[in-house]
Structure formats: C-alpha cells, structure tokens
C-alpha cells in the first residue's frame, strides 16, 4: 500500500512539474519570456496574443509585426521593443530586444531596475564602449549588453569620447538607459550613435 501511495505521489508531483508554466519574464541564454533566437517576427502576433502590439515603422501593405514593434500589456505597460534583422521581411528572426519591464529578470536577478553595482557582483565584463553620449557594457557569456548614459560618470571621463572607460570608473549607482538583448548570429552588433 505504501508503495502505491509512494508511486502516486510521484506520478502527482511530475504532472504538476509539466503543468508548470515557464516564468514569462525569465532572460536566460538564447531566450527572453516566450521569445527565442529562433522566433520569427510574424509570430509575435500569436505569442503576445493578449497583449497589444505597435508596428513602429509602418510599410505599406504589410503584416502587423513586419519590422520594429512595441509590445504592451492590456494595462497599458509597455514590455518590449522588438527589431527584426531584416525591416521588410515577415520571416525575419529577431536580432535585438530591449526591454522596458523590470519583471524581466535574469537567473542572477539582472533587471531594468538594477544597478550598476549587480552587474559587478554577478558577471563578468567583456567590453565597454565609450560613445558619445554614453557607455555600452558589454557581459560576457551572455546575450546581454547595457548603456549608461555618461552624466552618471565622474566629469573626467564624460567628454572624452577616446579614453578608454574601465568598469571601476562607473559607479556601483549607475542605473541603465537601455537593457538590451542582442541575438547576432555570429555578426558583431552595431550600435548607432543615434541609438545612443
């Protein structure tokens, strides 16, 4: 009898497991909520059916989520912006994502809402780049890369645009401009001064 109960018990507990909803927040490796490296932008439309999506870039004649899309929740919380690697091509898979909801979280609990000082604690940098108006870090082994705008650095390091910025001329305050994913199949992301 015991053996029965046992059994049951377990047959229980892996139903439950299965049943269990992925977290719809959680960045890991190659994956953002329900979105992966894979997924194609003419099926966001089915995996963010009970939120609402905004074409940025209207081309005429096309589907809702051909090119760059905003995603939103019915509440109005804006979630996600979504850029395609090719604008015209419904097919395309998705080459960056930026995220604007601090639900999304990291297996090291990175969010929007964290600091500069997480980082430090949890990854490892691979790069930073000085632009104009900010720094991109770069976390190595990930698909991760942050901007912060260069008015939370100390005022020697802001207005020289060649001067190589170290990780500890950033400090453990500073809050992210930009939380970005980028999916780049192998090609180096290209940030555009405007961008930043």
């Known amino acids: 009898m015991k053996k029965i109960l046992l059994v049951a018990a377990v047959a229980v507990a892996l139903f439950v497991r299965c049943e269990e909803e992925k977290n719809p927040?959680?960045?890991t490796e190659g994956n953002i909520g329900p979105l992966t490296q894979n997924t194609q932008m003419k099926q966001l439309d089915s995996i963010f059916a009970q939120d609402s999506i905004v074409k940025l870039n209207p081309i005429k004649g096309a589907i809702d989520t051909q090119g760059e899309v905003e995603v939103y929740e019915k509440g109005g919380a804006k979630l996600l912006l979504?850029?395609?690697y090719d604008e015209s091509d419904p097919t395309s898979t998705i080459?960056?994502?930026?995220?604007?909801?601090?639900r999304y979280s990291t297996e090291k609990g990175l969010t929007k809402a964290s600091t500069f000082k997480d980082v430090k604690a949890n990854y490892e940098i691979a790069a930073i780049e000085n632009a104009i108006n900010s720094v991109v870090v770069f976390l190595k082994d990930t698909d991760l890369y942050l901007t912060i705008d260069k008015k939370q650095l100390p005022e020697e390091v802001r207005y020289n645009f060649n001067q190589k910025i170290e990780a500890s001329q950033i400090p453990d305050t500073a809050t992210f401009k930009y939380f970005m994913i980028g999916w780049d199949a192998g090609e180096p992301i290209e940030i555009q001064e405007g961008d930043i």
Do not use: R, T
């Open 82 to 84: 979504i850029s395609p």
């Open 95 to 102: 080459s960056n994502v930026q995220v604007f909801d601090s």
């Open 25 to 27: 927040f959680a960045i």
